[in-house]
Nanobody, 125 residues
Framework: QLHVAESGGGLVQPGGSMRLSCEAS????????IAWFRQAPGKEREGVACNNKFATTNYADSVKGRFTISRDNAKSTVYLQMNNLKAEDTAAYYC???????????????????WGQGTWVTVSS
């Protein structure tokens, strides 16, 4: 069974940085693509960053140049480094495994994707 769990959320000031972690268990991370998504209150879930098993990455336009997705297969962990955070980045952040890192973030997840429980990120002064 594919299981992922997020950690690292919290409160950060605008312009600050934060790193989220997504720990994988029950499978070998090397063979899977993983993506980060977020959902703000009253808004639909949106793809943020995707990293496939070949380490190719795709990003939503709203986070390009500010967010970086990376993986450490030895630690079975995928990271999301978020810099220059803005109030509009406030959301619950989720990681999902068994995704496809197509160009459009709206096409990354499928019925076969497995999701974590999410971690909240609040950007506020």
């Amino acid at each position: 069974q594919l299981h992922v769990a997020e950690s690292g959320g919290g409160l950060v000031q605008p312009g600050g940085s934060m790193r989220l972690s997504c720990e994988a268990s029950g499978f070998t991370l090397d063979y899977y693509s993983i993506a980060w998504f977020r959902q703000a209150p009253g808004k639909e879930r949106e793809g943020v960053a995707c990293n496939n098993k070949f380490a190719t990455t795709n990003y939503a336009d709203s986070v390009k140049g500010r967010f970086t997705i990376s993986r450490d297969n030895a630690k079975s962990t995928v990271y999301l480094q978020m810099n220059n955070l803005k109030a509009e980045d406030t959301a619950a952040y989720y990681c999902a495994v068994n995704v496809e890192c197509f160009e459009s973030p709206g096409t990354w997840a499928s019925r076969d994707s497995s999701w974590g429980q999410g971690t909240w990120v609040t950007v506020s002064s």
